[in-house]
Nanobody, 121 residues
Framework: QVRLVQSGGGLVQPGESLTLSCAVS????????MDWYRQGPGKERELVAS???????NYADSVKGRFTISRDNAENTLYLQMNSLEPEDTAVYYC???????????????WGQGTLVTVSS
């Protein structure tokens, strides 16, 4: 059974920082790409950042220069360091593992449970 368990969300003021974690159990994340998505109220879920199995990273233009995605393969954990947070960053953030499509996997094997980040003064 594969599970992605997130932590680190909360309420912060504009300009402050926050780090999200995504701990994977049941499988190793070392050989797959990992992603962070977010979805604000009434908005489409969007890709925020990606990291490949060899460490290449990509970011949405809206967060480039402010967010950093990283992985600790030894701890089987994905991170998102968020700096200079803005109210527009308020959303539920989800981690995602690009396992592919094994026949015995369900949505819980791909997505973290989501964690709310609220940026407000």
């Amino acid at each position: 059974q594969v599970r992605l368990v997130q932590s680190g969300g909360g309420l912060v003021q504009p300009g402050e920082s926050l780090t999200l974690s995504c701990a994977v159990s049941g499988s190793s994340l070392s050989t797959v790409a990992m992603d962070w998505y977010r979805q604000g109220p009434g908005k489409e879920r969007e890709l925020v950042a990606s990291i490949s199995s060899d460490g290449n990273t990509n970011y949405a233009d809206s967060v480039k220069g402010r967010f950093t995605i990283s992985r600790d393969n030894a701890e089987n954990t994905l991170y998102l360091q968020m700096n200079s947070l803005e109210p527009e960053d308020t959303a539920v953030y989800y981690c995602y593992a690009e396992w592919g499509a094994p026949s015995d996997y369900d949505l819980d094997d791909y997505w973290g449970q989501g964690t709310l980040v609220t940026v407000s003064s």
